[in-house]
């Protein structure tokens, strides 16, 4: 059974930084493409930033330039730095594959507000 736990959200003011982590267990996580995605209060979850097997990201033009996404395949975690926050960057975080399977339950996520 696989199972993700993201921690490291919290309240913090506009411009001020966060740190993200999610750690993987009960998978080959380092065969595996693995995003974050957010979910905004009243919108649906949406995919932030991927990175792949070999280390290639993505990012939504929301948050490029600003968020960074890294992972240690030796401690089966997936970070993400989250720099110059917005208020819209509010809403709670998750970690995933990039490619979403059934095998992949969400975990409970964490949450960050960002105050204006």
């Known amino acids: 059974q696989v199972q993700l736990v993201e921690s490291g959200g919290g309240l913090v003011q506009a411009g001020g930084s966060l740190r993200l982590s999610c750690v993987v267990s009960?998978?080959?996580?380092?065969?595996?493409?693995i995003g974050w995605y957010r979910q905004a209060p009243g919108k649906q979850r949406e995919l932030v930033a991927d990175?792949?097997?070999?280390?290639?990201?993505n990012y939504a033009d929301s948050v490029k330039g600003r968020f960074t996404i890294s992972r240690d395949n030796a401690k089966n975690t997936v970070y993400l730095q989250m720099n110059s926050l917005k208020p819209e960057d509010t809403g709670v975080y998750y970690c995933?594959?990039?490619?979403?399977?059934?095998?992949?339950?969400w975990g409970q996520g964490t949450q960050v507000t960002v105050s204006s």
């Open positions: 009960g998978s080959t996580f380092s065969m595996k493409a």
């Open positions: 990175i792949s097997l070999t280390g290639s990201t």
């Open positions: 995933n594959r990039r490619y979403l399977s059934p095998g992949w339950p």
